[in-house]
């Protein structure tokens, strides 16, 4: 049974930082490109970054309004993805969702439509 488990949303300070984890269970977890959407009320979920594993290294996509503010990363051993976010902006408030997908040639990961399992998603609000 594919399980992801978000956790490490919540409430922070426009600038400050959070750090979300995705905890993955019931597949191979190094076979498959793992992501990160967010959502708000109202609007589609959006692409925020992507990364997969080639064997010897990873490679991660980014949309460009959190380039240079959110790393994404993946711990194989433990079946674990982040994302740190840094310079929180209010316009990133959202509910965040990881993702899984196997890695074919023929899937955009920064398309939902890629992802064959989603986490619950975790709320993440920066205000005053």
């Known amino acids: 049974q594919v399980q992801l488990v978000e956790s490490g949303g919540g409430l922070v300070q426009p600038g400050g930082s959070l750090r979300l984890s995705c905890a993955a269970s019931?597949?191979?977890?190094?076979?498959?490109?793992m992501g990160w959407f967010r959502q708000t009320p109202g609007k589609e979920r959006e692409f925020v970054a992507a990364?997969?594993?080639?064997?010897?290294?990873?490679?991660?996509f980014y949309t460009d309004s959190v380039k240079g503010r959110f790393t994404i990363s993946r711990d194989n051993a433990n079946n674990t993805m982040y994302v740190q976010m840094n310079t929180l902006k209010a316009e990133d408030t959202a509910v965040y969702y990881c993702a899984a997908a196997p890695r074919l040639s023929s899937r955009i990961y920064t398309q939902q439509g890629a992802y064959d399992y989603w986490g619950q998603g975790t709320q993440v609000t920066v205000t005053v």
């Open positions: 019931g597949f191979v977890f190094s076979n498959y490109v």
């Open positions: 990364i997969t594993w080639t064997g010897s290294g990873s490679v991660t």
